[in-house]
Antibody, heavy 120, light 107 residues
Framework: DVELVESGGTLVKPGGSLRLSCVASGFTFSNYAMNWVRQAPGKGLEWVSYITSGGSFSYHADSLKGRFTVSRDNGKNSLYLQMNSLTVDDTAVYYC?????????????WGQGTLVTVSS | SHELTQPPSVSVSPGQTVSITCSGDILGSKYTCWYQQKPGRSPVLVIYEDNKRPSGIPERFSGSNSGTTATLTISGTQAVDEADYYCQAWDSSTQVIFGGGTKLTVL
């Protein structure tokens, strides 16, 4: 079965940095693009970033203003999100999600999420 | 940038049919997908490429996309369908957007 397990969420002070990880299993990780999506407490879903299957191309939400960087290590079946210059508005549950292999944009499997809390 | 607009809430009686809309000027040229999210749980894909159901999603879930509006329809709504529903589409070749979400209440 497909499984995505995020980790790395914790309490961090404003201005700090954090790296999230997501370990994939149950499918050939190197064949799939991946996404990070976040959800602030009581709010809706917000797309964060996308990376192609080989890692050659990545895209991030314009609203992040270049503070976040997605990467992957296909040899370790792992996806990462480096987050810098964190603000209280970055407080959210961060999900990694597998991009479907059809047309359009959709995520067919999601992890359980990891909570990032930015507070002084 | 573009937006996808959903009604904040919709209610339905058990056994009835309910439609949740997602409006945006990009939708006519983009595939749309829909997620269901129950409290404290991760989102679950229920419709992709406008009208396709993933394996394991009941047939009562269907989708359409016409012009500037995508629609998720649940026929014979059950109490277990009570959840938040989100639409999603590519805004451009490099940006993905979500609708604000619709809380479905089964009365």
């Amino acid at each position: 079965d497909v499984e995505l397990v995020e980790s790395g969420g914790t309490l961090v002070k404003p201005g700090g940095s954090l790296r999230l990880s997501c370990v994939a299993s149950g499918f050939t990780f190197s064949n799939y693009a991946m996404n990070w999506v976040r959800q602030a407490p009581g709010k809706g879903l917000e797309w964060v970033s996308y990376i192609t299957s080989g890692g050659s191309f990545s895209y991030h939400a314009d609203s992040l203003k270049g503070r976040f960087t997605v990467s992957r290590d296909n040899g370790k079946n792992s996806l990462y999100l480096q987050m810098n210059s964190l603000t209280v508005d970055d407080t959210a549950v961060y999900y990694c999600a597998r991009e479907g292999d059809g047309s359009g944009s959709y995520s067919d499997y999601w992890g359980q999420g990891t909570l990032v809390t930015v507070s002084s | 940038s573009h937006e996808l607009t959903q009604p904040p809430s919709v209610s339905v009686s058990p056994g009835q049919t309910v439609s949740i809309t997602c409006s945006g000027d990009i939708l006519g040229s983009k595939y749309t997908c829909w997620y269901q999210q129950k409290p404290g749980r991760s989102p679950v894909l229920v419709i992709y490429e406008d009208n396709k159901r993933p394996s394991g999603i009941p047939e009562r879930f269907s989708g359409s996309n016409s012009g500037t509006t995508a629609t998720l329809t649940i026929s014979g709504t059950q109490a277990v369908d009570e959840a938040d529903y989100y639409c999603q589409a590519w805004d451009s070749s490099t940006q993905v957007i979500f609708g604000g979400g619709t809380k479905l209440t089964v009365l």
